[in-house]
């Protein structure tokens, strides 16, 4: 069986809801990352067997989205891709399979990861060649529902984290300290410039102006104990997880260069 390794590896900042990333398309977001892997690893655009992405979100975004990036950052269009929705490890999905194609002799060079733009989430009107006409009662969020919904328990995966909890015997005390120490490595790592070499500066539009971004937006450099301790509980009045120790919704891409170790060092 082939060894695998990663020669590149890439990522846009990671944007707040509807943040300084919301006007660029999950498509726009993972091209970038595909065209910057492909220049950074100086690998011929014409060698990569493959191009694996997840998207949970798709509505709207039109057919094969990974198609659409892989052939927007600068991939030939004899590269084929796919699209992978396996929740919140669609874009580890994509690397499970880009290395087992690789392994099995199917390819020598995928490029692998995810991509989400979580803030164009489009509503949908379920019934609207039937006549049905836009309201507050039959407009659904395809953000909640294809992306944060339970569709076999019919609820928000915000009761799985409580349901967790309470099974696994995990305090608010503990979510909330595990959630502060998250946001504090995190802001401390963007701080050294930790994340400088992984991040492709994104040229955007803000307030009229172009404004480069090359910076997670996420983590707060306000959070605090005391303000995680006065958050009311988001999912469960009588639970304990909230919208500061939830995880954020966010907007970005990321992606890997993969490559049969034979193929690397040749």
């Not at 994104?202 to 605090?224: F, H, K, L, M, Y």
Request: with cysteine.
């Amino acid at each position: 069986m082939k060894e695998v390794v990663i020669v590149g590896a890439l990522r846009t900042p990671i944007g707040c809801f509807q943040g300084t990333l919301a006007r660029h398309s999950a498509v726009e977001l993972g091209s970038m990352v595909v065209k910057a892997l492909i220049e950074r690893t100086g690998v011929d655009a014409n060698a990569i067997d493959e191009v694996i992405l997840g998207q949970v979100l798709t509505a709207g975004a039109g057919q094969n989205p990974a198609r659409q990036s892989a052939i927007k950052g600068g991939l030939p269009t004899t590269v084929s891709a796919i699209t992978i929705n396996d929740v919140c490890g669609s874009g580890l999905k994509a690397l499970h399979l880009a290395t087992q194609a690789i392994q099995c002799g199917e390819a020598d060079i995928v490029i692998a990861g995810g991509q989400e733009n979580m803030s164009r989430a489009p509503h949908v009107l379920n019934d609207s060649r039937s006549g049905a006409l836009p309201d507050a009662d039959n407009l659904v969020d395809s953000l909640v529902h294809d992306g944060l919904w339970d569709a076999f328990n019919d609820y928000h995966i915000g009761v799985t984290a409580e349901n967790l909890a309470r099974e696994y015997g995990i305090s608010r005390e503990l979510q909330d300290a595990y959630a502060l120490s998250s946001q504090q490595k995190a802001r401390a790592a963007i701080d050294t410039g930790r994340f400088k070499d992984e991040i492709v500066p994104i040229v955007t539009q803000r307030n009229g102006q172009t404004a480069i971004v090359d910076t997670d937006e996420q983590p707060r450099a306000d959070a605090s104990a005391e303000g995680l301790a006065l958050l009311h509980p988001a999912f469960d009045s009588l639970g304990s997880v909230t919208a500061g120790n939830a995880s954020s919704i966010n907007d970005g891409a990321a992606a890997v260069m993969m490559m049969s170790e034979a193929k690397a060092q040749a």
